[in-house]
């Protein structure tokens, strides 16, 4: 069967498109902020606005399909990953980048069927960088083929990974004793750009190689997860098991053994996962 949901995927990239140029208006804008799990789990009304334009516009045309929407699970929409076909979306990854107008913020599209991921497409929109990945079919920016880096030595390496939004004093301790280990491998360097989708597209791209975080959530990570493999990459839990979408555990790196590598220093902990009975 050739190119099974590329319409699906065509219609992501163009409704990603549109929703990015809305998140670029309105950074420019007064906004009302509010908070969600934490103080410092932020959610504006755009995040909550782009959400619907991209249901809807979904909805219009594959109305028997799914959703699971970071800002509709916050409104009490399950968040369960049937057998359906799937929409995973993350109207603005990056919220407090956006909130601040730190330039790295993407709208991120994943697609699943039988809870395999299908496509994944991550629109970095202040820099105008359109991220696409099909199974089978490669990863690309911009309509440019990606590639994981080729380095295999970890200590040339640079990881990305963030601080997230849980600043339970045992997790913070967690994150930076990890963040720690890692740094003192040595590596060349630890970075972040505030958004767990675009971090993960700077792994397809090679220019980073690895990134892993505890407690992000599916619609952070699930179109770059198809990114990062079809760049050629390697998705993997952080105690080393195969990558569980809703487990809210992710490493993506270049290669197994910069993966295993990591995994060795990470003080692994398991927040309540995203199909968590409410
Ligand atoms: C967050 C970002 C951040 C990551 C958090 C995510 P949001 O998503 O991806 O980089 O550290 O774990 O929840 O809240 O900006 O959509
Ligand atoms: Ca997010």
């Given at each position: 069967?050739?190119?099974?949901?590329?319409s699906?995927?065509?219609?992501?990239?163009?409704?990603?498109?549109?929703?990015?140029?809305?998140?670029?208006?309105?950074v420019?804008?007064?906004?009302?902020?509010m908070?969600?799990?934490?103080?410092?789990?932020?959610?504006?009304?755009?995040?909550?606005?782009?959400?619907?334009?991209?249901?809807?516009?979904?909805?219009?045309?594959?109305?028997t399909?799914?959703?699971?929407?970071?800002?509709?699970?916050?409104?009490?929409?399950?968040?369960?990953?049937?057998?359906?076909?799937?929409?995973?979306?993350?109207?603005?990854?990056?919220?407090?980048?956006?909130?601040?107008g730190?330039?790295?913020?993407?709208?991120?599209?994943?697609?699943?069927?039988?809870?395999?991921?299908?496509?994944?497409?991550?629109?970095?929109?202040?820099?105008?960088?359109?991220?696409?990945?099909?199974?089978?079919?490669?990863a690309?920016?911009?309509?440019?083929?990606?590639?994981?880096?080729?380095?295999?030595?970890?200590?040339?390496?640079?990881?990305?990974?963030?601080?997230?939004?849980?600043?339970?004093?045992?997790?913070?301790e967690?994150?930076?004793?990890?963040?720690?280990?890692?740094?003192?491998?040595?590596?060349?360097?630890?970075?972040?750009?505030g958004?767990?989708?675009?971090?993960?597209c700077?792994?397809a791209?090679?220019?980073?190689?690895?990134?892993?975080?505890?407690?992000?959530?599916?619609?952070?990570?699930?179109?770059?997860?198809?990114?990062?493999?079809?760049?050629?990459?390697?998705?993997?839990d952080?105690?080393?098991?195969?990558?569980?979408?809703?487990?809210?555990?992710?490493?993506?790196?270049?290669?197994?053994s910069?993966?295993?590598?990591i995994?060795?220093?990470?003080?692994?902990?398991?927040?309540?996962?995203?199909?968590?009975?409410?």
């Open positions: 069967m050739t190119d099974v949901w590329q699906a995927m065509d219609h992501a990239v163009s409704v990603a498109r549109k929703a990015g140029s809305l998140v670029r208006e309105a420019q804008n007064e906004m009302k902020v908070t969600k799990s934490s103080s410092v789990d932020l959610v504006t009304q755009t995040d909550q606005k782009v959400e619907t334009l991209i249901i809807l516009s979904v909805k219009d045309k594959f109305p399909h799914r959703f699971i929407g970071e800002e509709s699970v916050a409104a009490g929409e399950p968040c369960v990953l049937t057998d359906s076909p799937t929409w995973i979306i993350d109207p603005v990854d990056g919220t407090t980048n956006f909130v601040h730190y330039p790295f913020v993407a709208v991120s599209i994943g697609f699943a069927v039988n809870k395999q991921l299908e496509f994944g497409v991550v629109y970095s929109c202040i820099e105008d960088k359109m991220y696409t990945g099909k199974k089978g079919k490669g690309f920016c911009n309509g440019q083929p990606l590639q994981v880096s080729d380095q295999k030595e970890i200590n040339q390496a640079i990881i990305a990974t963030e601080f997230g939004s849980d600043r339970d004093p045992e997790v913070v967690r994150i930076f004793s990890s963040m720690r280990k890692i740094l003192c491998l040595p590596v060349h360097g630890i970075r972040g750009v958004t767990a989708a675009t971090n993960m700077l792994v791209s090679g220019c980073v190689e690895a990134y892993y975080e505890i407690g992000v959530h599916c619609w952070d990570v699930a179109a770059a997860a198809v990114i990062v493999s079809e760049a050629g990459g390697v998705l993997m952080v105690e080393g098991g195969p990558f569980d979408l809703m487990s809210r555990r992710v490493v993506a790196a270049n290669c197994r910069i993966a295993e590598r995994v060795k220093e990470i003080d692994a902990f398991s927040p309540p996962r995203d199909d968590a009975p409410q």
